[in-house]
């Protein structure tokens, strides 16, 4: 028969757990392989948060060079947006700037994405790597031209 763990059985419960046992000082009760299993996770979490909002920013940018009829309030406050949370995410954690390169590449196949799925535009017309410098994707305008 297989036993069932408080981290199986409630997540929330056993995290509350750990941390009484921390603060107990009670160190040798931790269960220190689904502990280590969650920090790693929190990291992918963040690098995963900061491609996903690179998507949806990437994903707006394209849509604002190549449909510029259809500018809209709503695409410059999601621009505003992604780039405030991104800086944010950055100034959290200072130890992914030197992944950003590596989230741009991977953000852009999804703002391709989402162009595919919001507008009459053809991803596979639009180029297939970012056009887009840095100073492009996060300076506060949106007002650059395509």
Same mark, same amino acid.
């Given at each position: 028969?297989?036993?069932?763990?408080?981290?199986e059985q409630?997540?929330?419960?056993?995290?509350?757990?750990?941390?009484?046992?921390?603060?107990?000082?009670?160190?040798?009760e931790?269960?220190?392989? #689904?502990?280590?299993?969650?920090?790693?996770?929190?990291?992918?979490?963040?690098?995963?948060?900061?491609?996903?909002?690179?998507?949806?920013?990437?994903?707006?940018?394209l849509?604002?060079?190549?449909?510029?009829?259809?500018?809209?309030?709503?695409?410059?406050?999601? +621009?505003?947006?992604?780039?405030?949370?991104?800086?944010? +995410?950055?100034?959290? #954690?200072?130890?992914?700037?030197?992944?950003?390169?590596?989230a741009?590449?991977?953000?852009?196949?999804?703002?391709?994405?989402?162009? #595919?799925?919001?507008?009459?535009?053809?991803p596979?017309?639009?180029?297939?790597?970012?056009?887009?410098?840095?100073?492009?994707?996060?300076?506060?305008?949106?007002?650059?031209?395509?």
């Open positions: 028969m297989q036993t069932t763990t408080l981290y409630d997540f929330y419960a056993w995290t509350q757990h750990q941390v009484e046992l921390l603060h107990s000082g009670q160190l040798g931790l269960d220190i392989e #689904n502990l280590i299993e969650e920090i790693a996770s929190l990291g992918r979490q963040e690098r995963q948060e900061l491609r996903n909002r690179l998507g949806v920013l990437l994903g707006h940018l849509k604002w060079r190549y449909q510029p009829e259809a500018r809209s309030k709503s695409w410059a406050a999601t +621009i505003q947006e992604q780039r405030r949370e991104i800086q944010e +995410i950055l100034e959290d #954690n200072p130890s992914l700037k030197p992944y950003l390169a590596e741009i590449i991977r953000g852009y196949q999804k703002g391709l994405d989402l162009v #595919n799925r919001e507008t009459p535009l053809d596979n017309q639009l180029p297939q790597t970012c056009s887009f410098s840095e100073i492009e994707i996060f300076e506060e305008s949106v007002d650059w031209h395509p």
